[in-house]
């Protein structure tokens, strides 16, 4: 089981990233995926995930209407879709999984993307 998380970057207040987090050797559309961050000097936290389903869970409400997670089963790929962005977003975001079939926030998960940094700076 491998995750892949990339597109992140430096962007301006009010921008938009499109993470995306490819996935190997299993198929996600069976399991639950979540994206996490972990800002400077915090501990890590859940943003959002997307079950088995197809449906999305937030676990935070700072980016709801703004970000939105999606995937594509074809390329085996979750997307985060992350607009308005704040300085506060600024964080290294992972892709993380416990190939169960629920979202929950725990950041118990036993398989982890390597992360990928996003800046939000003027």
């Known amino acids: 089981v491998q995750l892949q998380a990339s597109g992140g970057g430096l962007v301006q207040p009010g921008g938009s990233l499109r993470l995306s987090c490819a996935a190997s050797e299993f198929t996600l559309l069976y399991y639950a995926i979540s994206w996490f961050r972990q800002a400077p000097g915090k501990e890590r936290e859940g943003v959002l995930c997307?079950?088995?389903?197809?449906?999305?869970?937030y676990f935070q409400d700072s980016v709801k209407g703004r970000f939105t997670i999606s995937r594509d089963n074809a390329q085996n790929t979750m997307y985060l879709q992350m607009n308005s962005l704040r300085p506060e977003d600024t964080a290294v975001y992972y892709c993380a999984t416990d190939l169960g079939f629920r979202c929950t926030a725990s950041t118990a998960k036993e398989y982890w993307g390597q992360g990928t940094l996003v800046t939000v700076s003027s």
């Open positions: 997307i079950s088995n389903s197809g449906a999305g869970t």
